[in-house]
């Protein structure tokens, strides 16, 4: 078994100043896996007569209302990192609650209206549920325990909150894959941080705790942890068999209130018998209730609904916009301002002039064609060109130093990769196609010698794996690593290759010299650290990392692996540094070479 997870130990405090790793501003593209849009709608209590909430345009979520009903609370990403804002019922008064460069979400103001209970990374980097005193501004970490804390919510005297919690579990693989699965339970807690206790039973996922009117009942979704994985996933969503249960804090009594196939998440009770929820399957969501009726249907997410029972707030836009194809180069949000993030989904690598970008051409999640062509687009995400077809994927491109030719896996990678695939290269003008590698066996990930003469790849066999180097003049290939490795990138001064190493259930970086000697373990913390690429000169690599754990119960996100930030650190893996802090997923980032940042 997995150790508990524990606080990376990391001094986030150098995102902000102090820091020395590059002195001017770099730009990095990457591939995100977020909302193009999110907006939050109020409605009647049945998602009838529905109106836009908030003006604009900016990507907002997870809002609740305030016990008296005449305000909502929300999460903005209008000033780049998420923040709470509150705002009246009619969409006017907007006012900003929370500033700081980490992830503040999923507020709730207490049921007095003095105080707010949100979740937020600051200080860790994992979630704890702070308080913050709307009068003094002052804010207390309440729960400050390793693992992730979620969801808080008031009982409605105000004396206690309920929240969801993974503290205290082994992170888990969904079972054939390297995505993990959440366990979480539902917890209550005074408000002054004493008397703690779990509610729920083991070996589930518990989430979205509610209190009933009296306070004598806390009422959350459940379903198998097992399931967390395949809930992430839209058209598997039909399939996963969950709960809306109810629990009596003074005798343990269970209620079920609705239970069967499909993901019922967000419930609440409206009276003392009439609990509502969202009932998901798919591309679409509907507002459904206990006692039988169903409500509005449509691009739902994270509904709540007034003390009252009169009205609803949701979001509207995340299931049709995450899986959306759109083209590179619009602006991310990240938390150090030396770095410019900009978005590039498919693998993208940037040309050494730094005026286009390859990479694996999204179509949109589902469709036939998606990831089977290689495009190439001006950074500016202007004039796009498909360049090659594939019979299967054409994946994880890589241009030569001379900018004259891209390497890239074509076949069938990730699950499929039982199937074969073969490295491959092309002009840029899409002339010359042809295979560097042949026979049986799984090659990909591919990455150029700074010399041209020769490529690394991913080799994978049932029967052997690691890593292996071909000779572009003549096809020969050598053996470098024999581990479950991934993902070489060769170091532009040509004396070391980086990649990710799957040792004692855990993904890490690693170096290796070209000739196979001086393996070096260059991330040590726990959780998995993936996709591996060099700065133009060198001197640091960007990354992925899980080390933060969830920042929200896993079935709320439609999104494989929400658990991903990007990272960047030095060469010899000294100063590991966070660059992202948001519940998207961040992967496969690119590096525009310094000193070509004019867009063409």
Do not use: C
Not at 64 to 85: C, K, L, N, P, Y
Not at 180 to 193: F, I, L
């Amino acid at each position: 078994m997995k150790p508990t997870r524990v606080r990376p130990v990391l001094a986030l405090a150098l995102l902000v100043s102090g820091g020395t790793m590059l002195a001017a501003k770099e730009r990095i593209f990457v591939d995100q896996w977020s909302p193009t849009r999110s907006e939050l709608f109020i409605a009647d209590a049945d998602g009838s007569n529905a109106k836009k909430l908030v003006a604009g345009l900016a990507i907002e979520y997870n809002a609740s209302f305030s016990h008296d009903g005449q305000w909502v609370v929300f999460t903005s990403e209008r000033h780049g990192s998420a923040d709470i804002f509150r705002i009246s019922v009619n969409g006017m008064q907007l006012e900003r609650l929370t500033d700081d460069p980490a992830f503040d979400d999923q507020a709730a103001l207490s049921p007095d209206g003095t105080s707010l209970a949100f979740v937020s990374t600051r200080g860790s980097g994992t979630t704890d549920i702070y308080i913050l005193d709307l009068k003094s501004r002052r804010v207390r970490n309440l729960t400050n325990a390793p693992g992730g804390d979620f969801r808080p919510s008031w009982s409605p005297d105000g004396k206690r909150l309920a929240f969801s919690s993974d503290r205290g579990t082994p992170l888990q693989r969904s079972a054939g894959t390297w995505e993990h699965v959440h366990a979480a339970s539902v917890y209550v807690v005074d408000a002054d941080g004493r008397g703690l206790r779990k509610i729920s039973s083991d070996g589930q996922l518990a989430g979205s705790p509610k209190w009933s009117p009296d306070g004598t009942r806390v009422v959350f979704y459940e379903l198998a942890v097992a399931d967390t994985f395949t809930a992430r996933g839209l058209p598997a969503q039909s399939s996963v068999q969950s709960r809306i249960v109810s629990i009596d804090l003074s005798t343990g009594a269970r209620v079920e209130h609705a239970a069967g196939p499909g993901l019922k998440l967000s419930p609440q009770f409206l009276t003392a018998t009439r609990v509502a929820y969202l009932a998901k399957s798919g591309p679409s969501a509907a507002l459904t209730f206990s006692s039988g009726e169903a409500g509005t249907s449509g691009d739902i997410g994270n509904p709540a609904w007034s003390d009252d029972g009169k009205r609803v707030v949701y979001q509207s836009g995340p299931i049709a916009t995450i899986p959306e194809s759109r083209p590179p180069g619009g602006v991310l949000s990240g938390r150090d301002s030396r770095y410019e993030l900009l978005y590039a989904s498919g693998f993208p690598a940037v040309s050494p002039d730094g005026r286009q970008i390859v990479l694996s051409e999204r179509t949109r999640r589902g469709s036939a064609d998606d990831r089977t062509a290689l495009a190439i687009w001006n950074t500016d995400g202007t004039n796009p060109r498909r360049i090659f077809q594939a019979d299967g994927s054409a994946m994880s491109p890589q241009w030569s130093r001379d900018g004259r030719w891209i390497v890239f896996g074509a076949g069938n990678y990730f699950l499929a990769r039982v199937r074969p695939a073969e490295i491959m290269i092309v002009k840029s003008d899409g002339s010359g196609a042809r295979a560097l590698t042949t026979g049986p066996g799984n090659a990909g990930f591919p990455s150029w010698s700074p010399d041209g003469k020769q490529v690394v790849y991913r080799f994978w066999t049932d029967n052997a794996a690691g890593l292996r180097i071909v000779s572009v003049a003549d096809g020969a290939v050598r053996t470098l690593t024999t581990g479950y490795d991934n993902f070489p990138g060769w170091s532009p001064k040509g004396d070391r290759i980086v990649f990710s190493r799957l040792a004692n259930g855990e993904f890490h970086i690693y170096s290796v010299a070209p000739d196979g000697t001086g393996l070096t373990q260059l991330t040590k913390v726990p959780g998995d650290d993936s996709h591996p690429a060099w700065s133009a000169d060198g001197a640091s690599i960007l990354f992925s990392s899980s080390r933060f754990g969830f920042k929200d119960e896993a079935p709320l996100a439609d999104i494989p692996q929400p658990y991903g930030e990007l990272f960047v650190m030095r060469a010899d893996g000294s100063e590991q540094q966070p660059l992202t802090d948001n519940p998207w997923e961040e992967g496969t980032p690119a590096w525009q070479p310094a000193g070509t940042k004019d867009r063409p």
